[in-house]
């Protein structure tokens, strides 16, 4: 035992022997690159400061099977980098340690080590694109998926309301919940402990966040997405980007790479009409309408472009500082020079021929066309509307506003600086009085069918009324708010009527369908654009286009578990089930996923035909007659009642009445 113990005596006091000469003549060397660094091209660089209070002799870095002497710069700092190509093949993904000595002259040695990742970056994925909405069963989903060795370690989805705030979905490794597949991270609405659904009804842009805590955080941003989850609203179509105008066989859509198209709906084919060029106007300010034989619209350069029968043409270029006004059938009404004239256009001729025409004038000008080509327009130069072969309606005092026309009768609207008074024209020639309103806003009047729908005060608000073919007249709304109608530029006026005289309006975030003899129904929240169309009444938003079903489907879905059912739609396939655990959720895979999106290829070089840079007037009496099929103003009474309106109003001129107000 004594012997151990004088053994263990000397060995301690041998040790503290070494200890005191290292203190004396450490060596300390500090990796400064590379720190947990990612691999960047076909090299590794190394930078260590070194030090001891005698010289340093030597200074060289080890990485996988590789030595290098790295060379001093000054000051204490030495210098190198590993050639990768010398390790004879691709370096396989995940993290390496660079293992760094330092020697002093009296042959003291240090080391320190370093991380270095041969890395790629996790890949985020979601299930939805600019302009889509998402609908009763269509549940916002996002996924992480790592580069292995690495896994996703945090995964979020930020929804920012242009209305303000907001909604967050989230996951971090087995936090809050376990994950299905090892090193990826899910997330998905209304499921897996979330409180509910995205709040419907409003515009979101969405910023999804990926980070695997090695290399930066993976950032994507998404926008506009809309939610509208209303019970009535079924989903039977998605156009390839935001729907500017549809029909029952087409969609005139742009998409987010600022291309605009046509699609059709059967055969699902896209013919592009152009692709928008990048300007200070926002590509939201781009509105068009389809034509028998194409499409026409205003673009964000300005200029008022057409699609007639396979050619691009220029209506009217930006010299002229057109304002496309009006579409229907064949013909086109634009204005130049900041509204001082106004053109009607003929799209089978590609000719134009002068509306009207004032230096300096303070109107907006605004018109209306009928499916058989017949004009009507309206200015504050003027008390009256002027028709077909300058056709007098009306003479009243104010601003006269857009007149609106179905082909059967007209409406127009006087704005006295308090009140807007609404009137109808029958072809008879007969005025009638509808009612005032407490707006100035143009947009106040429908007309379709032989029906008109109209604003009209109750002393503190503005209810929907409807006038029958009969001339009967209806209170639609009894809200404490002022209601409005759901208008759209290129159609203002005619798309919230149906044939049987419902009508279709909005009363502050939502869409009501409203019957003389009933209470309004709601039937979707404000987002998108009502109307009547092929025989039933439809809702677009963003890239969806919506029917509205029955009250009884409606109930029925509220019913469903989960989110809401969602009814099958031709060209959708079929409905993701709600659900309620990860473990149902490895089908998540087998989702279309959107990931980063590739710019096209650019546009087939387009013939654009007969440019008309300058207005090309043409001397002719009158227009081309519509084609067949018109989208912009659907179909309308009789087609002969615009032609006996002219003739009944041919020579008359209406005196300005002074009528008691009911």
């Keep these: 035992m004594r012997t151990y113990r004088r053994h263990t005596g000397t060995a301690i006091a041998f040790a503290l022997s070494l200890v005191a000469q290292a203190a004396d003549a450490a060596v300390t060397v500090d990796i400064l690159q590379p720190n947990n660094a990612i691999i960047d091209g076909g090299t590794v660089p190394v930078r260590v400061a ?188 998605r156009a390839p980007g935001s729907i500017l ?146 056709a007098l309606l009306g003479d009243h005092a104010g601003n006269l506003q857009r007149p609106i026309t179905d082909g059967t009768n007209v409406v127009g609207r006087w704005w006295d600086g308090l009140t807007s008074s609404s009137y109808l024209y029958t072809a008879d020639g007969e005025e009638v009085f509808l009612g005032d309103s407490l707006t100035n806003t143009s947009a106040g009047l429908l007309a379709h069918a032989g029906y008109a729908a109209f604003l009209k005060s109750d002393g503190d608000v503005n209810q929907v009324w409807l006038r029958t073919p009969d001339g009967e007249q209806h209170p639609l709304s009894d809200f404490p708010r002022s209601s409005r109608f759901d208008q759209a530029k290129l159609r203002v006026g005619h798309d919230g009527i149906s044939d049987t ?36 009444w439809h809702v677009a938003i963003g890239n969806t286009l919506f029917q509205v079903s029955s009250t009884e489907v409606a109930v029925a879905r509220l019913a469903t578990p989960g989110i809401g059912a969602f009814a099958p739609a031709e060209g959708l396939g079929e409905p993701e089930e709600p659900s309620t655990s990860f473990a149902e959720d490895a089908a998540l895979d087998s989702t279309v996923w959107a990931r980063d999106l590739h710019e096209p290829d650019a546009l087939p070089a387009l013939d654009d035909g007969s440019l008309l840079g300058d207005v090309d007037e043409d001397t002719g009496a009158d227009i081309a007659p519509a084609g067949a099929g018109c989208s912009t103003s659907g179909p309308a009474g009789s087609t002969g009642g615009v032609a006996a309106l002219a003739a009944a109003l041919a020579g008359l001129a209406l005196a300005r009445r002074g009528r008691a107000r009911p």
Excluded at 195 to 222: H, L, M, N, Q
Aim: proline share 7%; net charge negative.
């Design 50 to 237: 070194a030090s001891s209070p005698e010289d340093i002799y030597y200074v060289e870095a080890e990485f996988e099977g590789l030595t290098i002497e790295l060379a001093p710069t000054g000051d204490g700092y030495f210098e190198g980098a590993f050639d990768l190509g010398e390790l004879g093949g691709d370096l396989p993904y995940g993290p390496y340690v660079v293992t760094v000595n330092a020697y002093s002259t009296l042959g003291e040695a240090a080391s320190d080590q370093g991380t270095v990742h041969q890395y790629a970056p996790p890949i985020i994925a979601w299930n939805v694109l600019p302009h889509e909405t998402l609908t009763a069963g269509k549940r916002f989903d996002a996924k992480c998926i790592p580069t292995p060795p690495y896994e996703c370690r945090s995964l979020a989805a930020t929804f920012h309301s242009d209305a303000g705030g907001g909604y967050a979905l989230f996951a971090e490794r087995d936090w809050p919940y376990p994950q299905p597949v090892p090193g990826r991270l899910y997330i998905k609405e209304g499921a897996y402990g979330y409180s509910g659904a995205i709040p419907s009804g409003r515009t979101y842009t969405i910023t999804i966040e990926a980070s695997d805590y090695v290399g930066p955080t993976i950032t994507k941003t998404i926008g506009p997405i809309y939610v509208d989850r209303s019970p009535r609203l079924t989903a039977v179509q």
């Design 501 to 536: 005289g419902e009508v279709l309006f909005l009363n502050e975030d939502t869409r009501y369908l409203g019957r003389s003899g009933g209470a309004p129904e709601p039937i979707s929240t404000a987002l998108g654009h009502g109307r009547w169309v092929d025989g039933s």
């Design 245 to 390: 105008d549809f029909d029952a066989t087409r969609f005139l859509f742009v998409d987010h790479y600022r291309r605009l198209g046509i699609f059709d709906r059967n055969t699902q084919e896209v013919t592009w009409v152009e692709t928008l060029t990048h300007t200070n106007t926002p590509i939201s300010a781009v509105y068009g309408a389809l034509t028998p034989s194409g499409s026409v619209h205003q673009s964000t350069t300005g200029v008022i472009l057409a699609w007639v029968d396979g050619v691009r043409r220029t209506i009217s270029s930006v010299n002229n500082a057109p304002r496309l006004d009006a579409v229907n059938g064949d013909t086109v009404v634009w204005t130049a020079y900041g509204d001082d004239r106004a053109f009607a256009h003929s799209l089978s001729t590609g000719t134009n021929r002068s509306l009207w025409h004032v230096p300096g004038s303070r109107s907006p000008f605004q018109a209306d066309v009928s499916a058989s080509g017949d004009i009507f327009f309206g200015t504050y130069e003027r008390a009256s509307i002027v028709g077909p072969g300058n």
